[in-house]
């Protein structure tokens, strides 16, 4: 029996907590799917734990506050893999943003369109 895929989480602690209520943390001895970001977090924590979440075979989704995937951009933009998807959501500080979104500017790049 094939068992379903996780969502890892990398935000604020408002974002990942609100996440782990709602019944998205896993824990096991390989570690947890989720990094809560602060301010004193090193960017290369955050690099370590997408690069470690992203190649997770259990993990389906990536959800990032979009002012964190920022910080960590030319990673993200190195990152071409379908599974798992990777999503920026807005958190409740930093409101989303479109224009900053990659998935969206790729999508509008194939679409030919504009903002």
Sequence with gaps: ??????????GDEDTVT????????HR???GSNFLIV???TKMTQV????????????VGIILINQHIANDIR????????????VLEIPSKEHPYDPEQ???????NMFL???F
Excluded: C, W
């Design 38 to 40: 602060k301010q004193d």
């Design 101 to 107: 979104d990659y998935i969206m500017q790729r999508v």
């Design 1 to 10: 029996m094939e068992v379903g895929k996780v969502i890892a989480v990398i």
């Design 112 to 114: 030919g369109g504009g």
């Design 28 to 30: 096991n001895a390989d």
């Design 18 to 25: 609100g996440f782990l209520l709602a019944g998205v943390g």
């Design 47 to 58: 690099e370590d734990a997408f690069r470690r979440f992203s190649t997770r075979d259990d």
């Design 74 to 85: 030319h990673v993200l933009k190195d990152y071409n893999q379908t599974i798992p998807t």
